[in-house]
């Protein structure tokens, strides 16, 4: 067993993080819960939904001067200098909207208005918000609609598959960091330089809305042109997205109030509130980076932070696969599959997809929730799955998605209820 799979946090260091979040151990109505369900929206940092509370109560508009709204002011200043640490944008413009997926469209947008009939890339995998964005935007300036094809064993898209679709009339590609569906993970510096020699005019756009809590973002080594986050998937609250622009696109023509600055894409009254908010996020990042790297400098806290969380990461999954001595992995239990987890290797990142034998995904779901754990079965009656479930072979599956505070016990009950439901016994917890 290599050391990447047994490095959970320290207990000192995972109780310290156990009480930063809302309803981690139990639900609102105080029952005993495990959440599983984070790639849907994840677990909040009470500092985030508190200091949000507390900036919505303020009436005062952070344009004036006195000393309040000064202070909002600064709150807005520094939590955006939060988003470009955390994304390491050094050039290029931050913009916020209500949601990731209006960023995505109007970014998509503005690019493929530049030029007329030629094509744009994207994946079968791909979040509806940029899949119908590239193809709203083709289909108004005529460009044609490349779709990359899956590898079905491992719900991720080839490189290969992308380069074959690129030529010189190629407006833009869009490619997610990390499946919402399959949890596979694309290595975005290594795309993004392939793409960049077969044509270096094409635009490169990432969706991170999923990749962005698991592990390091860093546009600037990337070398892309956008990418986006939702901070109600990362510790967060909901009401708000963010994307980073690079200078080559920033001044595009977009919507925009037309007297501010041509790379502008905030449109109105930012929210002071949310934006306090992520910096609770970032503080609590930095908290991890800080317990294993004695420095002072945010960006080097922010990495540690994040790699730490991807390793602990890491470990759950290890140990969802493989078990341990008391208790049988996934992989052994009878009646139960796991998908893509094994073509991926360490490019899965802590989502399980399974299937069952003798049940379907929703009555799976059913049976984990009669114990308390939440998951969600992803379906190809819903929009937001069909694409996907499509293009890697399957009609469902049951998601399972914990993050880094969850437990070795936190695990070993999930592997305990997996085991009584797969066999059909009575679950008893
Ligand atoms: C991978 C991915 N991209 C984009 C989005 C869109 O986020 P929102 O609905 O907040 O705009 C989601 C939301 O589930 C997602 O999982």
Known sequence: MSQRHTEFFPEELQNQLNDRFYYLKQDVYGVDRLFFENAGGSLRLKAAVDSQTKYSAFPD????????????RNVINLGTEDIRLFLNAKDGSIASSFTASKLMFEIITAIASAKSKGNI??????????????????????HELRVAAADPASGSIPLSNILDLIDAE?????????????????DIKEYAKAIKEKNPD?????????GAPHGVIDVDNWKIDALNIAPYKMFGNRGVGYAYLS???????????????????????????????????INYICHIGGYYKDSTDRRTLIVEG????????????YRFINGSPDTLGIKDIPGVTIHFEQANGVSQDLILALTFENMTCSEAVDKYGACNILVYARETSSHYSKRILD???????VRVSPIHCHTKEDVDLFLKVTQEIASDAKVEI
């Open 247 to 281: 200078n080559r696109i920033a001044s595009l023509p977009h919507h925009r109030l037309l007297a501010t600055d041509t790379d502008n894409w905030n449109v109105g009254s930012p929210t002071p509130a949310h934006f306090a908010g992520f910096t609770d996020i």
């Open 121 to 142: 890339v994207t994946t079968a995998i791909e979040h509806p918000s940029s899949f119908d964005a590239c193809q709203f935007a083709a289909e108004q300036y005529k």
């Open 202 to 210: 094409t635009k490169i756009v990432v969706d991170a809305v999923q």
């Open 391 to 397: 293009a890697v072979g399957l009609d469902a599956i």
């Open 170 to 186: 190629t407006v833009l590609v869009s490619v997610i960091l990390t499946s919402n569906i399959t949890g596979a993970m694309h």
């Open 61 to 72: 508009c952070p344009e004036r001067t006195h000393s309040v709204a000064l202070d909002i």
């Open 306 to 317: 994040m790699k730490r969380i991807h390793k602990q990461e890491q470990a759950i999954l």
